[in-house]
C-alpha cells in the first residue's frame, strides 16, 4: 500500500518553519519526512538554503517520522567520507529511521568550490566510488580508500547505527537509472515515470523501494496558487539538463523568464479543488512508487495541511 510524506523544501523557509512544517506533517497524517540538500536555492524569490545536517538533528527531537535527504549529493562539495558521518550521526539520532537520498547533483551547489563540472556520465562514475566510500565506513571498520576520484585515509566512523544507513539513488535519466539498480537500496524519482522503476527493478533494483515526489499549491484562489507557483518554481519547468549545468541563482532566474504562467498551470496543480490534488498523486501510485512526498509551494502551509488532512489523504489512505 502506497504511504505518502511530506518533501520540506530547504529552498523556500528557514529551520524554523521547517521543523515546524514537520510537526504539521506528522499532525496531518504523513508518514515520513523528505528534506532537501541545497548550498543555493534556485532562485532569490525562494530565498533560503540552511545547512541540512543542522535541520535533520532538530528534526530528530521534533518528530517520530522517518527522514530522507532528498537528495545529497556526495561528489564534489562534501567528500563521501564526510556525508558518510553526517549520514551515520543523523541515523543514531533518528534512530535508525533515516535513509541517505543522493544523486549526482547540480552545479549550482557544487562547484562553489571552485572545480571544474564534470559531464554527467563522470559524475555517476563519481557517484558509484563515493557510495563504495560510504558502505565501507558505515561498517565501523577502519578503512583506506585510493580510488580513482577519492582517497580516504585510517578512517574509521564510531558514532553507527546499529544497521547500516540504507542509501537510495536519484536518476534522471536510463543511465542514472541503471546506476541505481546497481548500487542503491532504493530508487528516487520525480515524474509519474514507470519506465524508470522498470530500468531500475531490471538493473539490479529488484523488489527494492521506489520513491517519489511532486509538487503542489494549494490555495483557496486558483489563480493566485498559480502565480505563487510561477514565481517560486518556474525553474522546475526548465527543459533538458538545465538544471544540471546552470551554475547561479540569477542564470536560474534569466532562464526562467521563459516559463509562461500557463505553463506553470499546465504542470503543477495548483487551487482548492481536492480530486485535482488527488489525481496528481494517483499518478504517481499507478507508475508504481511505494511512497509519493508531497510539497506545498509556497507560505500558507498550515492550510495545505488542513486541506490534505480533511480532503485529500483521506481519499488516499
Not at 114 to 139: I, K, N, S
Not at 268 to 285: L, Q
Amino acid at each position: 500500500m502506497t504511504e505518502y510524506g511530506y518533501f520540506l523544501s530547504s529552498e523556500e523557509h528557514t529551520p524554523a518553519e521547517l521543523v515546524e512544517q514537520a510537526r504539521m506533517a506528522e499532525q496531518a497524517g504523513f508518514t515520513a519526512l523528505w528534506i532537501s540538500d541545497h548550498y543555493h536555492p534556485w532562485n532569490d524569490s525562494q530565498g533560503q538554503a540552511p545547512f541540512v545536517w543542522s535541520v535533520i538533528g532538530a528534526l530528530s527531537q521534533a518528530v517520530s517520522l522517518p527522514v530522507e535527504t532528498a537528495v545529497t549529493c556526495p561528489i564534489m562539495r562534501m567528500h563521501p567520507a564526510v556525508v558518510a558521518l553526517a549520514a551515520a550521526t543523523s541515523a543514531v539520532q533518528l534512530g535508525g529511521r533515516f535513509r541517505l537520498g543522493i544523486g549526482s547533483g547540480e552545479a549550482l551547489n557544487e562547484h562553489i568550490l571552485g572545480d571544474p563540472w564534470p559531464e554527467a556520465p563522470v559524475r555517476l562514475e563519481m557517484l558509484e566510488e563515493a557510495v563504495r566510500v560510504m558502505r565501507q565506513l558505515f561498517t565501523g571498520d577502519r578503512i583506506s580508500h585510493h580510488g580513482k576520484h577519492y582517497t580516504v585515509e585510517n578512517a574509521r566512523l564510531y558514532t553507527v547505527p546499529e544497521e547500516p544507513v540504507p542509501i537510495d539513488v536519484s536518476a534522471f535519466g536510463p543511465l542514472a537509472s541503471e546506476v541505481a539498480g546497481r548500487i542503491g537500496d532504493g530508487f528516487i524519482g520525480m515524474a509519474p515515470d514507470e519506465s524508470s522503476i522498470e530500468r531500475f527493478r531490471r538493473s539490479g533494483g529488484g523488489s527494492k523501494p521506489v520513491y517519489a515526489g511532486l509538487k503542489v499549491c494549494w490555495s483557496t484562489d486558483e489563480e493566485e496558487a498559480v502565480r505563487t507557483a510561477h514565481r517560486l518554481w518556474a525553474n522546475e519547468q526548465l527543459p533538458g539538463e538545465l538544471a544540471q549545468i546552470l551554475p547561479t541563482p540569477t542564470h536560474f532566474e534569466q532562464a526562467s523568464e521563459l516559463v509562461t504562467p500557463d505553463r506553470v498551470r499546465a504542470n503543477v496543480t495548483c487551487g482548492p479543488d481536492p480530486d485535482a490534488h488527488v489525481a496528481a498523486v494517483k499518478e504517481y501510485v499507478d507508475a508504481g512508487f511505494d511512497t509519493v512526498f508531497i510539497n506545498q509551494i509556497g507560505k500558507d502551509q498550515q492550510g495545505f495541511f488542513d486541506f490534505y488532512r480533511t480532503k485529500v489523504l483521506p481519499q488516499l489512505t
